[in-house]
């Protein structure tokens, strides 16, 4: 064996070396890999994979996103003005042109209506937010977050860009930059212990390159398996890989070089020093290491994506110990004694009188000791609150800009709308049929009274508040007040037709008077004949014409009077006509509104099919839609009458005007007969503008006459009408009372019924709703909900998996029965995370205690040493979560552990704690004498090692501390309490104390049996 290392060792170091360089150059670019595969995923059938995969279908060919929020504040107590607000708007009309140079797929602002920028307004009117949505590469959201804000940025306006996915992006950096902040920490750490350890420079550097290159080779392997193979992958996976690296790496090199350096004490021979020191404590490096293999190859098993990620220790761990057990004995063969320069002192192992005290006392009262430490450790076991948080928004420093913008988002709009929970509805069937929009606009309500919530908004809800016109109650009141309308319509119109009868038959008897009148216009032309001649023979007749002046000036004035009579008589007809024709039109109903009432009687029948109240309104309904019609014809013959009777009135007019002419003439006739002969020339003249005035008088009387007989006609026809419509209308005033009656009780009683009549369902404004919450083949739907606490806060996912049983439980008996549910946002992430965390927990650590405990039942020889120790690690844990815990209430503010911190934690200190387990009871197999004697040997010889390489272990932990991400810095403070634990309480006293105890009752079992045996001989 020794011939076989002298040859190889070069070639060892070389291939090593080699390796080392090899891996550096293959490995992949580190943080591009965090940022693209290192995202926390949970199982495909949790609810937020569910509501991803049902999201996909709403715009479905498209592809993914990611959301950024960009939130514009004054940056005080005062308001946008109204100049800001201008500039605002012309910023996202900047970036809006431009979409390809920002890699924007959609933008959501002021820009898309009052209504809009009202939402994305705070209430304090200080804020306002934009919603931009980018193509998906979580590799470059940062740097295209920062281009967007340097193009929109505003003089005088505070801009921060944030929104989950930028928190996720920064929490991701953070985590990287705190693992570059650890190696640098760890690695000073190390050096410095180990050269006060060693007392030489020369081993902690060794350690430090054969611990570098197990390093550097596994991460290139298990990265370039992640980028290849999809191996699982967390912002965890390098820093976890470090520690573990680092620490237990230069824990076993401490237990391996403290052996060659006692080894080589007593023997010149390096080789022979190597081999020795390989076969004793190479063998218990191998078991140590096993153990911890195992217990992080079982992660390998678990179902969430973190706990596999951490498998890849197991790697690490695997390629360590081939290099401890190979490169170590090759330096050791090469640098022998030299590795120690400048000492010149071998006394290898030191003993620890601390530990050969706390075991001597824990074996000699061995039960006491355990039912103490028992005791002490249950208190602080029992602090742990076991309530954990999942709020990543911890996890970031308030100096990322992210954290900034989701806190100015909370401080000033409700809490839950930097991360609003999204409900994904999906049927085989359309649902934009009035009986679904009825049964969404049902869980929309529904979820709107939940207490959990400060708004919903969704298909029939595009803002948030409910559209008063699509609900029945609102509907009713109109339909109750197209009724009354209508009632008042058909009652003016009926009282219209009445007096439009009257009217008619005073038109008939006027008739007569114009007869009268024709009849006395002829005996005034055969008084003007008569005067005529008269006037032939007026020098010798002069005393018959005055006596027929006389005569004609009486009857022109009778003449006279009757024509102003019935002129009157046409005017007041003309005025009667001209109010019937108003109150017709004033009082019409057009076909859309009796339609509407149609549909809206229609859609109450469809509910209430058998209510007769309903049929006698429909029926008057069906009434009513001939009345305009009737309404068209009425007015239409009124038209024509005026028209006729402008005309009678028109040819009296120019009566007038003769009889006026002829009445002067008379006058002046009269006058001039008076006079004697000397006025016969101007009678004469006279004469011939009273024949004149009786030409233009028959004239008219004719004209009269024909439109007087037209109108009798129109008259005779326009009366029957009237007397039909009157009727009709009486029988649907009836129909219209009996509907109104039923319609205002209805009313009250509606206020949710959603009804959206067909002319407003296919109507643009509501496709853009349609457009907005659902899928293009309408089979798939979103509802909105913004939460009145903290998305991302414990009580949050609560109200979301409540959230999820309301409509769950609100489609059982609707026409969405049988949909697909999906729920997505942060608070559901959350809630998944917690469920599968907590189950593949337990899982997972079960699986790693039966694994780990069958490698020590197979070191130790003895099952029962076995699960004491197992004992010892378990209760450990549970002292260090409640101590842990109550650490960073008083020293970080936090009343609680991160979500994760309990499994790294556990982890951490089950693979690696039973590690000191294993160099104890490796030299207990070793040590002579009785049980106790062995245990309190083992303990004194190798107390310093346990000691130093806890203090190593968790310091290289404490090196995590400084990156500022809180899981970073929770999980050291338990870890590190765990280690002290185990190294000054659990190892060196509850262990021996456990052991020594059952080795006790195992030697008095063995006595009782013999004496047994023996009586019975």
């Known amino acids: 064996m020794e011939k076989i290392l002298k040859k190889s060792r070069i070639f060892i170091v070389a291939f090593w070396l080699i390796a080392a360089v090899i891996a550096a150059f293959a490995l992949p670019n580190v943080d591009h890999l965090v940022q693209t595969k290192g995202q926390i995923t949970v199982p495909k059938n949790s609810y937020i994979q569910k509501g991803t995969r049902l999201q996909k279908k709403l715009t479905p060919g498209q592809s993914s996103s990611d959301d950024i929020i960009a939130v514009f504040n004054t940056g005080s107590k005062s308001k946008l003005s109204s100049r800001q607000i201008s500039k605002i708007r012309q910023a996202v009309k900047k970036v809006s042109k431009d979409k390809s140079t920002y890699h924007i797929s959609s933008v959501t602002s002021l820009l898309d209506g009052k209504s809009i920028q009202k939402q994305l307004t705070s209430k304090d009117k200080t804020t306002m937010l934009v919603q931009i949505s980018v193509k998906s590469d979580q590799s470059q959201i940062g740097n295209r977050s920062s281009k967007i804000k340097k193009a929109m940025h505003i003089k005088g306006l505070t801009l921060k860009m944030t929104g989950t996915d930028l928190v996720n992006y920064d929490f991701l950096s953070a985590s990287q930059n705190g693992v570059k902040q650890t190696e640098i920490i760890a690695i000073i750490f190390i050096l410095i212990v180990l050269i006060f350890v060693f007392k030489t420079p020369v081993v902690p550097l060794i350690s430090l390159i054969t611990v570098g290159i197990s390093f550097i080779v596994s991460f290139s392997l298990v990265t370039n398996l992640v980028q290849?193979?999809?191996?699982?992958?967390?912002?965890?996976?390098?820093?976890?890989?470090?520690?573990?690296?680092?620490?237990?790496?230069t824990d076993y090199n401490i237990l391996m070089?403290?052996?060659?350096?006692?080894?080589?004490?007593?023997?010149?021979?390096?080789?022979?020093?190597?081999?020795?020191?390989?076969?004793?404590?190479?063998?218990?490096?191998?078991?140590?290491?096993?153990?911890?293999?195992?217990?992080?190859?079982?992660?390998?098993?678990?179902?969430?994506?973190?706990?596999?990620?951490?498998?890849?220790?197991?790697?690490?761990?695997?390629?360590?110990?081939?290099?401890?057990?190979?490169?170590?004995?090759?330096?050791?063969?090469?640098?022998?004694?030299?590795?120690?320069?400048?000492?010149?002192?071998?006394?290898?192992?030191?003993?620890?009188?601390?530990?050969?005290?706390?075991?001597?006392?824990?074996?000699?009262?061995?039960?006491?000791?355990?039912l103490v430490i028992v005791l002490i450790a249950a208190p602080f076991a029992a602090i742990f609150s076991n309530k954990l948080n999942f709020n990543d928004l911890w996890e970031v420093s308030n100096k990322y800009e992210s954290k900034q913008g989701v806190n100015l988002i909370q401080k000033h709009f409700p809490a839950g709308f930097s991360s609003p929970v999204t409900v994904v509805i999906s049927s085989d069937k359309r649902l934009d049929s009035n009986t679904s929009l009825y049964d969404l606009d049902s869980i929309q309500s529904k979820l709107t009274k939940n207490k959990n919530v400060s708004e919903v908004m969704g298909v029939t809800r595009p803002l948030g508040d409910k559209i008063n016109q699509l609900y029945v109650d609102?509907?009713?009141?109109?339909?109750?007040?197209?009724?009354?309308?209508?009632?008042?319509?058909?009652?003016?119109?009926?009282?219209?037709?009445?007096?439009?009868?009257?009217?008619?038959?005073?038109?008939?008897?006027?008739?007569?008077s114009v007869q009268k009148l024709i009849d006395g216009t002829s005996q005034l032309q055969s008084g003007s004949s008569e005067l005529q001649t008269a006037l032939n023979t007026l020098q010798t007749k002069l005393s018959t014409g005055a006596a027929g002046a006389a005569e004609l000036d009486s009857s022109l004035g009778t003449l006279s009077s009757s024509t102003a009579t019935l002129k009157s008589a046409v005017d007041q007809i003309l005025t009667g006509n001209e109010k019937i024709m108003s109150a017709v039109q004033s009082s019409a109903i057009s076909a859309s509104e009796i339609q509407q009432l149609e549909e809206l009687v229609a859609s109450l029948q469809q509910s209430y099919p058998n209510d007769p109240r309903l049929t006698a309104l429909s029926k008057a309904l069906s009434q009513l839609s001939s009345l305009p019609s009737s309404?068209?014809?009425?007015?239409?013959?009124?038209?024509?009458?005026?028209?006729?009777?402008?005309?009678?009135?028109?040819?009296?007019?120019?009566?007038?005007?003769?009889?006026?002419?002829?009445q002067t003439g008379a006058n002046q006739l009269s006058s001039g007969m008076q006079t004697g002969a000397s006025g016969a020339g101007q009678i004469a003249s006279k004469t011939q503008d009273l024949t004149k005035g009786l030409a233009q008088v028959q004239s008219g009387q004719q004209e009269m006459k024909t439109a007087l007989n037209q109108l009798i006609s129109k008259s005779k026809e326009l009366k029957t009408g009237l007397g039909k419509a009157s009727d009709g209308l009486n029988q649907v005033s009836d129909g219209l009372d009996q509907g109104q009656s039923y319609v205002s009780q209805l009313i009250g009683n509606a206020s949710d019924w959603l009804n959206i009549p067909n002319s407003v369902l296919r109507s643009k404004t509501f496709k853009q709703s349609l457009d907005q919450y659902m899928s293009p083949d309408r089979k798939t739907t979103k509802i909105t909900v913004i939460l009145k606490m903290d998305p991302f806060s414990h009580s949050a996912m609560s109200a979301t998996n409540n959230l999820r049983k309301v409509v769950s439980h609100s489609l059982q008996g609707t026409s969405l029965a049988g949909s697909k549910i999906g729920i997505t946002g942060t608070s559901m992430k959350n809630y998944d995370l917690q469920q599968i965390s907590t189950s593949d927990f337990l899982r997972t650590a079960i699986i790693m205690l039966i694994g780990i405990t069958i490698v020590l039942s197979f070191i130790t020889h003895s099952t029962l040493h076995a699960f004491m120790i197992i004992a010892s690690l378990a209760g450990t844990y549970f002292a260090s979560l409640g101590i842990g815990e109550k650490i960073s209430q008083i020293f970080l503010g936090r009343d609680m552990l991160s979500w994760n911190v309990p499994f790294f934690s556990f982890i951490m200190l089950v693979a690696l704690g039973v590690d000191y387990s294993i160099f104890v009871m490796r030299r207990f197999d070793e040590e002579r004498g009785t049980t106790k004697e062995r245990l309190v040997a083992a303990s004194t010889h190798l107390g310093s090692v346990v000691i130093s390489a806890a203090v190593i272990l968790g310091g290289t932990f404490a090196s995590m501390i400084p990156s500022g991400i809180l899981t970073l810095v929770q999980v050291p403070i338990v870890v590190i309490v765990g280690l002290v634990i185990l190294a000054f309480v659990a190892i060196p006293m509850f262990v021996p104390a456990g052991i020594s105890d059952i080795e006790w009752l195992l030697m008095k079992h063995v006595d009782a049996t013999k004496r047994a045996a023996h009586k019975k001989d």
């Open 257 to 370: 070089y403290t052996r060659f350096k006692s080894e080589i004490a007593g023997d010149d021979d390096n080789n022979r020093s190597a081999v020795n020191t390989i076969a004793a404590s190479g063998r218990t490096v191998l078991f140590s290491g096993s153990s911890v293999l195992i217990g992080f190859a079982t992660l390998a098993l678990a179902r969430f994506s973190l706990y596999q990620a951490t498998s890849a220790v197991a790697i690490g761990v695997l390629v360590l110990l081939l290099v401890l057990t190979t490169l170590n004995p090759a330096l050791m063969s090469l640098f022998g004694k030299r590795l120690f320069w400048p000492s010149k002192r071998f006394s290898g192992e030191s003993q620890s009188r601390y530990w050969h005290f706390l075991t001597s006392g824990a074996v000699k009262h061995g039960f006491i000791n355990v």
């Open 474 to 512: 609102n509907q009713l009141g109109t339909l109750n007040s197209g009724i009354t309308k209508a009632g008042n319509g058909v009652s003016t119109i009926n009282s219209g037709l009445k007096d439009a009868q009257n009217q008619l038959d005073k038109q008939q008897t006027n008739t007569a």
């Open 631 to 662: 309404q068209a014809e009425l007015i239409s013959n009124l038209q024509k009458s005026n028209t006729a009777l402008t005309q009678v009135d028109k040819g009296l007019g120019t009566m007038q005007t003769g009889i006026a002419q002829m």
């Open 228 to 249: 290849h193979f999809n191996y699982p992958f967390s912002n965890f996976t390098q820093v976890f890989m470090v520690v573990v690296l680092f620490g237990i790496g």
